[in-house]
């Protein structure tokens, strides 16, 4: 029995219909009360109490696969006589659709733009192959600066004064050679450094700078929007810490923390037990810079800040290699498809 079962399932699953009649005469043969499957079930009286449990389980299979494939051919039938084409087999599987992803830089970045877009900043974008001048000279850097030594930066071989930008600061210079205040300007782009490529280096990597420059502009506005962008990007509990620190185009200049994103503040290894990350560069712009930029440093301040996007999304998303981003490796960049 279990064999002439077999056989039907064979025999039904490749069925074929030319049209809805002949669909229906496969109905009558298979699954009407006179049918072959019915004829099973009256001889299912006789099978043996120990098999009944297995050709029961075997008929019941044999009827919903009829069943399904009968009215698959119903189906297929109409269709086809409407488009003259009854070969497309509608109850295939369809192949997953693999849906594309934001790059995660790019997911943070947006993120980043969107906070400051709120508070009314504007997008700003400068060359990445520029001149020594917007890079350094224009933002205070001595002649002297190690930050201009050939280990730091890449240098075009024939032109000296022309450098590859190993930061987005030079777009604060690029605005204000060009517009007296109020400006308020957020800058994200790509820069680079002649680093050593490895886990936590790379010749290229990415930074947002921000620039606000007007009157009365302090040193407790600085503060408040780096608090409330910290806490829109990691969440309300979020603390900042202001730390001392020194870069030629801010005076007073600082470096920022925020409380842990993955401990809150306790300590664990990802703060190296401090409850601490350090996240941006930021100041007062140094009246000097707005001079060598054309904007009169006794009616205006300003504050600038930096930070780079790598190390912010490594925060967020735990990537432990900088190498990962740009290998392009799809089994990497899959798994940011849920995030936007
Ligand atoms: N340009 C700095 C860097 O590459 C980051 C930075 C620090 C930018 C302080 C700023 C700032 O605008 O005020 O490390």
Redesign the pocket.
């Known amino acids: 029995m279990i064999e002439k079962i077999e056989q039907l399932m064979q025999e039904i699953s490749a069925l074929h219909a030319k049209n809805a009649q002949e669909a229906e005469a496969l109905r009558i043969k298979y699954l009407s009360k006179k049918g072959e499957i019915s004829q099973l079930m009256n001889d299912f009286r006789s099978v043996p109490a120990e098999l009944k449990k297995e050709v029961g389980m075997k008929i019941n299979q044999l009827k919903s696969l009829a069943q399904e494939k009968i009215n698959a051919l119903k189906e297929g039938a109409g269709e086809g006589s409407a488009t003259g084409s009854s070969s497309i087999d509608l109850t295939r599987t369809p192949y997953p659709i693999t849906l594309g992803s934001r790059h995660p830089l790019t997911i943070v970045k947006n993120e980043i733009v969107d906070i400051f877009s709120r508070l009314g900043f504007t997008l700003a974008e400068g060359p990445e192959v520029e001149d020594d001048w917007h890079v350094y000279s224009s933002l205070n850097f001595a002649d002297d600066h190690p930050a201009r030594d050939m280990q730091d930066t890449f240098f075009v071989e024939a032109h000296p004064d022309i450098i590859l930008r ?4 030079s777009v ?1 210079s690029r605005v204000m050679e060009k517009t007296q205040p109020p400006i308020r300007i957020l800058c994200p782009g790509r ?1 680079y450094r002649n680093e050593a490529v490895s886990a936590r280096a790379h010749c290229f990597f990415h ?1 947002i ?3 606000y420059v007007d009157k009365n502009v302090s040193f407790t506005d600085l503060k408040q929007v780096l608090l409330l962008f910290a806490q829109e990007l990691f969440g309300p509990d979020t603390k900042i810490r202001l730390r001392p ?1 020194y ?1 030629p ?2 005076e007073p ?1 600082a ?1 920022m923390d925020v409380s842990c994103t993955i401990c809150g503040g306790k300590g664990c290894s990802m703060c190296k037990g401090s409850g601490w990350l350090e996240i ?4 007062m ?1 140094d009246p000097a810079v707005l001079d060598a930029n054309g904007i009169d440093s006794s009616i205006y301040t300003g ?6 996007i790598e190390r912010i999304t490594n925060l967020k998303y735990q990537v432990k290699d900088l190498r990962m981003f740009s290998e392009n490796d799809v089994r990497f960049l899959d798994e940011f498809t849920s995030a936007r």
């Open positions: 190993s930061h987005t600061s604060q820069v930074q700078e921000g620039l620190s870069f185009f801010t200049s470096e941006l560069g930021c100041g712009v504050y600038a800040f930096g930070m780079g």
